[in-house]
């Protein structure tokens, strides 16, 4: 069984529409992340869920917005599709995130977005 | 949050054992030191985290020193498969949500 899926794989389209990736984790964890990772391979964190509630969002357009409906689920929705969206997005989840000690994240396999 | 600075990339050859290190020179009291593998076109993967001294899985050991200003990842007799990019994280413990900050990476390349 996948423990972190994430669909689709690829997404190709234009400029200015708007798309959603979805991600699903079947391990029982708390807590969520969406990650972008660009062509240079560097890894950004852009949000996190703890039990559907966002404690972590960095600096990223608005046109950014995650929705965890329960703590199995985090979706990505981006808005008005720009060039510079096009990269991998990773989700991951660990078991708590909260805590004072760094615990294990778990990540999908990633959704190529490319922006045309 | 720590900034930690590897090599961009290593060569090797099968059977070899590959040794990383990571610099973290602000590393603070609580944060542990962590590494993930990445295989192309997958996520990554936890390998091993340590706070201090030496810490050995089935797949890797880390040696960190006193001062825990550095780390090195090392591998033991790496076969084909392990060429893979390798990242050296240092966790911000306080920090709600465990946000990790991922640097370049290391990328390994075995060779026959």
């Known amino acids: 069984d996948t423990a972190v899926s994430q669909t689709p794989k690829y997404l190709v389209t234009q400029m200015g529409n708007d798309k959603s990736i979805k991600c699903e984790q079947n391990?029982?964890?708390?807590?969520m992340y969406w990650y972008k990772q660009d062509s240079k391979k560097f890894l950004k964190i852009m949000f996190s869920?703890?039990?559907?509630?966002?404690?972590i969002n960095e600096t990223v357009p608005n046109r950014f917005s995650p929705k965890s409906p329960d703590k199995a689920h985090l979706n990505l929705h981006i808005n008005s599709l720009e060039l510079g969206d096009s990269a991998v997005y990773f989700c991951?989840?660990?078991?708590?995130?909260?805590?004072?000690?760094?615990?294990?994240?778990?990540f999908g396999p990633g959704t190529r977005l490319t922006v045309l | 949050l720590a900034k930690t600075t590897q090599p961009i990339s290593m060569d090797s050859y099968e059977g070899q054992e590959v040794n990383i290190t990571c610099s973290h020179n602000?590393?603070?009291?609580?944060?542990?030191i962590t590494w993930y593998q990445q295989f192309p076109s997958q996520g990554p993967r936890f390998i091993i985290q340590?706070?201090?001294t030496k810490v050995t899985n089935e797949v890797a050991s880390l040696f960190i020193p006193a001062d825990r200003k550095s780390s090195t990842l090392s591998l033991p007799r790496v076969s084909l498969s392990d060429t893979a990019v390798y990242y050296c994280?240092?966790?911000?413990?306080?920090?709600?949500?465990?946000?990790?900050?991922f640097g370049g990476g290391t990328r390994v390349l075995v060779k026959p």
């Open positions: 991951a989840s660990s078991q708590d995130g909260t805590s004072g000690t760094t615990d294990t994240q778990y």
């Open positions: 391990l029982g964890h708390d807590t």
């Open positions: 869920y703890n039990n559907k509630e966002l404690i």
């Open positions: 602000n590393i603070a009291t609580n944060d542990y």
């Open positions: 340590g706070y201090k």
């Open positions: 994280l240092v966790g911000d413990g306080q920090a709600a949500g465990n946000k990790l900050t």
